[in-house]
């Protein structure tokens, strides 16, 4: 029984090493072959490189216009991701807090909609990105992506705030501040773990979508680093070594955030998923 | 003025900047889409005619429109199988570890984290760089194969790169609901000469299937909507055949034909779609979790 236990044991080790492996292997071949010359990867994609050349790195970092990309891209999660927190935050504690008819009907109106898939709503968006002349603008995307972002951040403010006693406030209040000063030095403060989640969850989905910056963005000063690195795929496209690097450079900045911030985003998962 | 009026209007001052970027990005967008469906609405002319249904009369005509939905139920019915199954076997041998959790966890989580259009390019050098060479020089020959170029591998292909980003994330679920299972229950059942497999099948899944729930909902939901991945693999093709309903939406909009009102038409089908499946499968899995 014993002995049956301990083969199944390293049975299940290897099973989940050699899973690992393969898990990484796109990224590790990636990373490997980004350093080759083309005649390198040509004969032998499955070997180290002899070198560590960077020739290809330079290459692209430049082709693919890689800072000023970078630069929209964070320009676009920053002002979204901002306003989403701003605006859900208030929202969802003032929603929480109003025992009326119309907050009952106003909650009612952003948890309705959180099902809706994207690509079902895209182009009446488009239509109205259009008509408000917001086609290329970065603020314009962020702007959509609060829009978008807004529902889903209201219900966990919400939710949040139910487990905070109201007493404070209303001290507060009977002391002479006015609501929105308690909003500011008081409830906002409290409301830190799940503006991290919100944060993070939020940061990670604008940073990685695709379709929408591909609708909205048409000029290529304005593409993010996703649309950039399409983009530049379809230039170079059996040049695999300027494709493998800059693979490499765009997903770098998501596994360096991921590095730092691993126990958060996980956390955000499974607790966002239980609750909801 | 009265004071609870006062307190409504305090409420929507409060609810204003979040209500208006609701309201003008996704709520009007979701309700005018259903009135951009009845017109022929092309994009470029300002004004457009109402043609009421015909839309919906031609969509059910449209060949490649079906062969999308077809093409993405596929998809969505062996995702749902694959990934769960996958993602609760990792769980599960993750959780039985000693040593090591945390590294299994922050590793096969990683992918989930890069965008699918990048990690579709990774998996395109492998498709056609590294399991060639790998044919050719190991003589691993069953992967000497069309990856991309043939539909029936190219399917696979796509199946495989979802799975490798999407698993890890309902690892993640699983292995938090793992960690709410009492530990002296299972013990009390392996006392009591359960093996292991009975163990899983008759304590640990039925507690876990909130869980469950849980993840073939979002299986299904983010199955449906498949785009960035078969973009960046095979653009939908060869021809059409691995071409998904948000693809074909896409094209019908923003490649070539810009038929805004048409493609619309095709939106409101995918919602429903969407709606009546993740409805039927919340239903059908709750009232299972009532039973046990």
Redesign the interface.
């Known amino acids: 029984m014993k002995k049956k236990r301990a083969i199944s044991?390293v049975l299940?080790?290897a099973?989940?090493i050699i899973?690992?492996l393969i898990?990484?292997?796109?990224?590790l071949?990636?990373l490997m072959?980004s350093f080759k010359t083309n005649g390198e990867l040509l004969t032998?994609?499955?070997s180290l490189p002899t070198e560590l050349n960077f020739d290809n790195y330079a290459r692209t970092l430049d082709k693919m216009h890689y800072f000023r990309s970078f630069g929209n891209t964070v320009l676009v999660a920053g002002v979204s991701v901002t306003?989403i927190i701003?605006?859900?935050a208030?929202?969802g504690?003032?929603?929480c807090r109003?025992k009326?008819k119309?907050?009952g009907f106003?909650y009612a109106?952003?948890i309705f909609?959180m099902?809706?898939?994207?690509?079902?709503?895209?182009?009446?968006?488009?239509?109205?990105i259009?008509a408000?002349k917001l086609k290329n603008s970065l603020i314009g995307l962020a702007?959509?992506y609060?829009?978008?972002g807004?529902?889903m951040a209201?219900f966990l403010y919400h939710g949040f705030v139910k487990g905070i006693p109201q007493e404070l406030e209303e001290a507060a209040m009977m002391d002479g501040c006015n609501?929105f000063q308690v909003?500011w030095y008081m409830v906002l403060p409290l409301l830190k773990p799940i503006t991290a989640t919100v944060c993070i969850t939020n940061v990670?989905w604008v940073?990685?979508d695709?379709?929408l910056p591909l609708?909205v963005l048409g000029d290529n000063k304005k593409y993010t680093l996703?649309l950039s690195?399409?983009t530049l795929?379809g230039q170079y496209s059996s040049d695999?070594t300027a494709?493998?690097s800059a693979?490499i450079i765009?997903?770098l900045p998501?596994?360096i955030?991921?590095a730092f911030f691993?126990k958060q985003?996980?956390r955000g998962?499974?607790e966002g998923?239980?609750k909801? | 003025m009265s004071k609870?009026k006062r307190?409504?209007l305090?409420?929507?001052l409060?609810?204003a900047?979040?209500?208006i970027?609701?309201?003008?990005?996704?709520?009007?967008?979701?309700i005018?889409?259903i009135g951009?469906a009845m017109t022929d609405w092309n994009?470029l002319s300002k004004d457009f005619d109402f043609v009421f249904l015909d839309n919906f009369i031609e969509v059910f005509s449209d060949k490649y429109f079906w062969q999308s939905v077809w093409f993405t139920f596929k998809y969505v019915a062996v995702m749902v199988v694959v990934a769960n199954v996958v993602a609760l076997l990792?769980a599960v041998?993750?959780e039985?570890?000693r040593h090591?959790k945390g590294i299994?966890?922050?590793?096969?989580?990683?992918?989930n984290?890069?965008?699918?259009?990048?990690?579709g390019?990774?998996?395109m050098?492998?498709f056609t760089?590294?399991l060639y060479?790998?044919a050719d020089?190991w003589g691993f020959t069953f992967l000497d194969h069309s990856w991309i170029g043939d539909p029936r591998f190219s399917f696979w292909a796509i199946v495989i790169v979802s799975t490798?980003s999407m698993v890890g994330?309902l690892m993640?679920?699983y292995?938090?609901?793992l960690q709410g299972v009492p530990a002296d229950l299972i013990e009390a059942a392996e006392l009591a000469g359960a093996n292991s497999r009975q163990c899983f099948f008759k304590i640990t899944l039925p507690m876990i299937l909130?869980?469950l729930t849980?993840?073939v909902f979002?299986t299904l939901?983010s199955g449906?909507?498949v785009?960035?991945v078969i973009?960046?693999l095979t653009g939908g093709g060869p021809g059409r055949a691995t071409q998904s309903?948000?693809m074909n939406?896409?094209e019908e909009?923003?490649r070539g034909n810009i038929r805004?009102g048409y493609?619309?038409a095709k939106?409101?089908i995918?919602?429903l779609i969407?709606?009546v499946i993740?409805l039927i499968q919340l239903r059908v899995m709750k009232s299972r979790e009532e039973e046990l």
């Open positions: 044991s299940i080790n099973g989940l899973g690992a898990w990484l292997s796109p990224l071949l990636a072959n032998n994609v499955m306003l701003l605006f859900s208030v929202a504690w003032k929603l109003t009326t119309l907050s106003i109106l952003f909609s099902l809706i898939p994207f690509s079902s709503i895209m182009i009446p968006i488009y239509r109205v259009l408000l702007l959509v609060a829009g978008l807004v529902s209201v609501q909003f990670l940073w990685n695709f379709l609708i996703l690195t399409n795929f695999w494709i493998l693979l765009a997903a998501v596994i955030f991921y691993q985003i996980l998962i499974s998923a239980l909801g | 609870s307190t409504n305090t409420l929507l409060f609810c900047p979040a209500l970027v609701y309201l003008v990005f996704k709520l009007i967008p979701a005018s889409g951009y994009g990792l041998a993750i039985s570890r090591g299994y966890r922050t590793i096969y989580y990683m992918p984290m890069i965008s699918m259009v990048i990690g390019y990774m998996w050098f492998i760089q590294v060479y790998m020089n490798w994330y993640i679920i292995l938090a609901a909130p869980a849980i993840c979002w939901n449906f909507q785009f960035d973009y960046s309903v948000a939406i896409y909009a923003f805004y493609a619309t939106s409101t995918l919602f969407v709606m993740t």
